[in-house]
């Protein structure tokens, strides 16, 4: 196999300036920390924190056949959505595994599917061997550039760097207009739990983006967060992360994601097989759990129930808003209730742990 | 910042000779790497390990790591302050952040540690 080498997101030099440690993720070289996962996780859920999320894939539908096509290869309805607002949902194949989440913008002439990165070529792919309809589809994921400003102060830094009236979007909207002079696109959604924006706009202009956020952001002591806190942030509200909690071998309704999965609005893809197990039961599920001592479950521990193998850990972490170990995992029913006591096995040794009711953080503003 | 005055392993671990007891930590390199600390297993007080066998774990946020034995000998302290505090090591690995003290069975087991400007070398600084 021939080895490519990582790309870079606009930020990179920005990364290298101030220090960050650089890990490659998704094909992509990232900061996974610019001073302590902690503190930035901390920024996060207290103040505010900015992170590049360029590595995010950006596709665009556009076209007069556009809305059916897009309803046709998501899960959610997109029929329900206005111009400028967004919404969660999911690309599932013929028989209900996923092939991704993403987000659908409905935009005024387009929509605008925002992907995982280390699904951007399997998701094009995708999407276009389905193509349906006078549809026209791109991939923009290489040219565009993503930023995420999040926590309770983000509005107000952000307000400082752009022409949009801010408090005039709401959660899961967004608008197009200028932040720090370049034109972007600017939606009020995350991947934290806490209140904040995704700004989107060309590569090229990422680093002037970027700088003017960081002046605008030194008065509320802005900080950079690097992926680690990106996890340990969404971990806490029970957000999936694909790859980890969900993947070709789940469903969205064995992965806890029945509320984006609309079983009764017009065909799409995976839509039989959904309804048939929804018919018959899912016979695993995704729950969360937190440890009962100091243990971190990390990802493949076994989880059992009086001594018996019924699933595996998913997701894991230390907790920093909790300070104890907490994670996803699926588990067989009937044990997936919450309350029900678990064992992590913890490199060969059984720790204990309980299902709980998510999100395991349940503070944030959004949950 | 590698102290001249104390051993090391390839492993990132580093000692502190007293007579015949050891006192042993992680190098300021190695909690940079990790990142913050949050869990510290370590062995009882009274257990006899050898040489390079892996007698404790150390975790941070997104990873777990071994660590092994400097020396062999027999574990006399460890430090308890780790766990509650365990960001202590981040904080000051070569001080109040030290892991276990061991009383050594011989001074053959300092034979294979090395001396600051080689551990310097190995993590490509100094």
């Known amino acids: ?367 | 910042m590698i102290p001249d005055g104390l051993k090391y392993t390839k492993t990132h671990e580093w000692v502190r000779v007293d007579g015949t007891e050891v006192t042993c930590g992680i190098t300021d390199h190695a909690q940079s790497e990790l990142g913050d600390v949050v869990f510290v297993e370590l062995p009882e007080k009274g257990r006899v390990i050898k040489r390079e066998e892996a007698f404790g774990t150390i975790e941070s946020v997104k990873a777990v790591s071994d660590l092994y034995a400097p020396v062999g000998g027999t574990v006399s302290d460890t430090n308890r302050l780790l766990g509650e505090t365990p960001e202590t090591i981040n904080k000051d690995p070569y001080g109040d952040g030290w892991l276990v003290k061991i009383s050594i069975s011989g001074q053959g087991e300092l034979e294979h540690l090395m001396s600051a400007e080689e551990y310097g070398k190995l993590i490509g600084e100094g």
């Open chain 1, 1 to 367: 196999m021939e080895e490519k080498s990582p790309r870079r997101t606009p930020f990179f030099e920005k990364h290298k300036a101030l220090g960050a440690r650089i890990v490659e993720f998704a094909g992509f070289e990232m900061p996974i920390q610019f001073t302590s996962i902690i503190e930035e996780h901390r920024a996060g859920r207290s103040n505010v924190g900015m992170f590049d999320v360029s590595h995010m894939g950006e596709v665009t539908i556009r076209g007069p056949d556009a809305l059916e096509f897009v309803n046709y290869v998501t899960i959610n309805d997109a029929a329900q959505l206005a111009v400028g607002q967004a919404q969660y949902s999911a690309l599932c194949y013929e028989d209900g595994g996923l092939v991704d989440d993403l987000v659908v913008y409905r935009l005024v002439d387009h929509f605008l599917f925002v992907v995982n990165a280390a699904n951007i070529e399997k998701d094009y792919d995708w999407i276009v061997s389905n193509r349906s309809g006078d549809v026209e589809i791109e991939n923009s994921s290489y040219e565009t550039g993503q930023l995420a400003v999040q926590g309770p102060n983000a509005e107000l830094v952000m307000q400082r760097v752009t022409n949009l009236k801010l408090s005039e979007i709401q959660f899961y909207w967004s608008a197009q207009g200028k932040v720090g002079g370049v034109e972007a696109l600017v939606s009020r959604t995350g991947y934290t739990g806490e209140d904040g924006f995704e700004i989107y706009m060309a590569a090229e202009h990422g680093p002037q983006v970027w700088d003017t956020i960081v002046e605008a952001g030194k008065e509320f002591s802005l900080k950079p967060v690097g992926l680690g806190a990106r996890d340990t942030l969404r971990l806490e509200m029970k957000y999936n992360l694909y790859g980890n909690d969900m993947d070709e071998t789940t469903t969205p309704l064995e992965a806890g994601l029945s509320w984006i999965t609309k079983l009764e609005k017009e065909e799409f893809i995976g839509q039989e097989a959904l309804k048939k197990q929804k018919e018959e039961g899912v016979k695993r599920r995704l729950i969360a759990f937190e440890m009962m001592g100091n243990e971190i479950p990390r990802p493949g521990f076994d989880i059992l129930v009086n001594g018996e193998k019924v699933g595996h850990v998913t997701s894991g972490t230390f907790s920093p808003s909790l300070e104890k170990g907490i994670g996803l995992g699926y588990v067989a029913r009937p044990h997936t209730k919450s309350g029900t006591e678990l064992t992590i096995v913890v490199r060969g040794e059984p720790a204990s742990a309980a299902i709980v009711k998510p999100p395991f953080y349940k503070h944030g503003t959004h949950h």
